[in-house]
């Protein structure tokens, strides 16, 4: 097995198993830090595939600013960790089991279509400004329609916030 | 072979000298700015450790690191106890992709005076500054304490804030520069540094960057009035001065991050490259400590406002007009 063969199968397990605790862990500050360390575990992964813009993106945008907000919230409940309940198993197990199922189902169903999975692909380094001119050449579309849902979603958030100035509903 | 095994003990080297001057920097900053404080508030300051006081960081050290390591009974132990590290380590990392002089030639092997050249540098110096965040954060939850808790979620509240500044701020400099690369970012400043075209960006950054390492007027998340000492309200010992020791570093990084993207590195006429580079990070970290001294804290809302209402989209106009220019420049 190569250097780089092992440095993938650590961060696979890393990954694998920092998940696994995130899903079953009943304290939710304990979840929201697995599923972080699972990012980490994520972005050397990108760079390892050659895609190192990527791989700082997977942390900024999501180990840093989204699991922020998650542990933002958290932070604000008084957390009581929950005993398992009994209809437990059916509103949380069943939805993602059966959706987990459906995708990797998909997956491999995709594998086995897959044009020939016994090559090797060939070692690829997809550098920043490389990866900026593809996108935005090729798939510019479907890149401002994304951040238009952003504006959307933006100006939504916008107006729930905003300073309620209606007097008369003041306490 | 042998090539190899020097290169490697040319990185262990590098990375030894650079770990232990970024702490050594880092502690006599302490007393640095303990001294200056003083003689601005027309005190002496720290004087009795050694001659002039100089022996203080020493005495700190070890006072701290022979205190007992205290932890509260209801708090989350092992993130209390992880939390500190958090702070320091990322702080230590982002000095990584920092440029400190030109490269040097020994023996006719060219060694380049920064431990890592990613060609995504300054997303990973915003990376690893956007993880600085959960040392504060989960520090101040797992305290189990309502004043360390407030602190922490000020803490996480202000950094997300300014962050969005701090990295607007750059897309200028990124634009400039045509790379993500700092060693490239120093070479594009050549003939001028970028604070002579971009001093917009270079105040929005200053700002944010005094912000991230949450010093006055910024420092919400430990004001002492209020919250007694903020998200390290429980930390006792070394765990207190990591937290301590994270946020000078932080301070030397912000500096060097300065002197990179607007002061134009390690570039300057007549000395050699290191000490123009340690100069200017050092007069960025002596205005730091100067407004330490000069300035009141700002009200929660001030700083938010500060932030998000005149930053924000003064960052964002900038971008805009920077583009414009350039592309009627290149026309």
Redesign the interface.
């Given at each position: 097995m190569t250097f780089y063969g092992v440095i993938f199968y650590v961060l696979g397990i890393i990954i694998l198993a920092a998940t696994a605790l995130a899903i079953t862990r009943r304290n939710p500050?304990h979840a929201v830090?697995y599923l972080?360390v699972s990012f980490f575990g994520l972005a050397p992964l990108f760079y390892l595939l050659g895609a190192?813009?990527l791989?700082?993106?997977e942390?900024?945008i999501y180990?840093?600013?989204i699991m922020?907000?998650f542990?933002?919230i958290?932070?604000?409940l008084k957390i009581d960790v929950t005993p398992v309940s009994a209809g437990q198993w059916l509103k949380q197990w069943f939805p993602a089991l059966s959706l987990s199922a459906i995708s990797g189902l998909t997956m491999v169903f995709l594998i086995w279509q897959g044009p020939a999975p016994q090559t090797l692909l060939p070692l690829a380094q997809a550098?920043?400004?490389e990866f900026g001119l593809f996108v935005y050449r090729r798939y510019w579309f479907a890149v401002e329609i994304a951040s238009f849902l952003l504006l959307v979603a933006l100006a939504g958030a916008f107006y729930l916030g905003r300073k309620d100035t209606n007097p008369e509903e003041k306490p | 072979m042998t090539a190899w095994i020097t290169g490697c003990l040319i990185l262990l080297l590098k990375l030894g000298i650079v770990l232990v001057g970024l702490l050594l920097l880092a502690a006599y900053l302490v007393l640095a700015e303990r001294k200056l404080l003083a003689r601005l508030q027309i005190r002496l300051g720290p004087n009795r450790a050694g001659p002039l006081g100089l022996m203080q960081p020493l005495a700190d050290a070890v006072k701290l690191l022979t205190k007992e390591d205290l932890a509260p009974a209801k708090a989350d132990r092992l993130i209390f106890l992880l939390a500190p590290a958090v702070v320091a380590a990322t702080a230590l990392l982002i000095f990584a992709v920092v440029p400190f002089g030109q490269d040097w030639v020994i023996g006719g092997r060219r060694i380049p005076l920064v431990v890592a050249d990613l060609n995504v540098g300054l997303l990973y110096a915003l990376a690893l500054s956007s993880i600085g965040v959960y040392g504060v954060a989960l520090g101040g939850w797992s305290s189990n304490s309502k004043y360390a808790l407030l602190g922490g979620i000020r803490g996480a509240a202000q950094m997300i804030s300014y962050e969005l500044s701090l990295g607007l701020a750059l897309v200028p400099v990124v634009m400039l520069a045509g790379s993500f690369s700092l060693v490239e970012i120093v070479a594009a400043q050549s003939r001028y540094p970028f604070l002579l075209v971009q001093p917009l960006s270079f105040l929005i950054f200053f700002v944010s960057a005094v912000a991230e390492t949450k010093r006055i007027p910024f420092d919400l998340p430990e004001a002492e009035n209020e919250l007694v000492a903020g998200y390290h309200t429980e930390y006792s010992g070394m765990r207190f001065g990591l937290f301590f020791l994270g946020e000078y570093v932080t301070m030397v990084v912000m500096g060097s991050l300065v002197a990179v993207f607007f002061l134009g590195g390690w570039r300057g006429p007549w000395l050699p490259p290191l000490v123009w580079f340690f100069l200017k990070v050092l007069g960025v970290v002596f205005f730091m400590i100067w407004m330490r001294g000069t300035l009141p804290r700002l009200r929660y809302d001030q700083l938010m406002h500060l932030g998000w209402k005149l930053l924000v989209p003064l960052a964002l106009l900038n971008i805009v007009v920077t583009g414009a220019v350039l592309l009627l420049l290149r026309a």
């Open positions: 500050m830090i972080i190192p813009l791989a700082l993106l942390i900024i180990a840093g600013a922020v907000l542990i933002f958290v932070m604000m550098s920043p400004r | -």
